[in-house]
Nanobody, 116 residues
Framework: VQLQASGGGLVQAGGSLRLSCAAS????????MGWFRQAPGKEREFVSA????????YYVGSVKGRFTISRDNAKNTVFLQMNSLKPEDSAVYYC??????????RGQGTLVTVSS
């Protein structure tokens, strides 16, 4: 499956952004999907994931209660609604699909910059 993330930008602390990830391929609905991020000088970290049905979402502790992951299988798209953004959320965000039990990050990612 090919992935293309979008929706990043510059926002002030406390603001919101909604990331989108468009996927190609007819088997999109069978994949668990997720978001990862990487800040300059830091390792890539898991942010959130959603089951194939959209019924279960998972989050890293630092974003719980602020970020919401969702998906629209009819449109082959997964979203990440990010509220109450903090400067430490600044990073390149990557969309990922879990294939064979392994997360596969594809595409360029989208840059999120949160100013204080």
């Amino acid at each position: 499956v090919q992935l293309q993330a979008s929706g990043g930008g510059l926002v002030q602390a406390g603001g919101s952004l909604r990331l989108s990830c468009a996927a190609s391929g007819r088997t999109f609905s069978s994949y668990e999907m997720g978001w990862f991020r990487q800040a300059p000088g830091k390792e890539r970290e898991f942010v959130s994931a959603i089951s194939w049905s959209g019924g279960n979402g998972y989050y890293v502790g630092s974003v719980k209660g602020r970020f919401t992951i969702s998906r629209d299988n009819a449109k082959n798209t997964v979203f990440l609604q990010m509220n109450s953004l903090k400067p430490e959320d600044s990073a390149v965000y990557y969309c990922a699909a879990k294939e064979g039990g392994i997360w596969q990050l594809r595409g360029q990612g989208t840059l999120v910059t949160v100013s204080s």
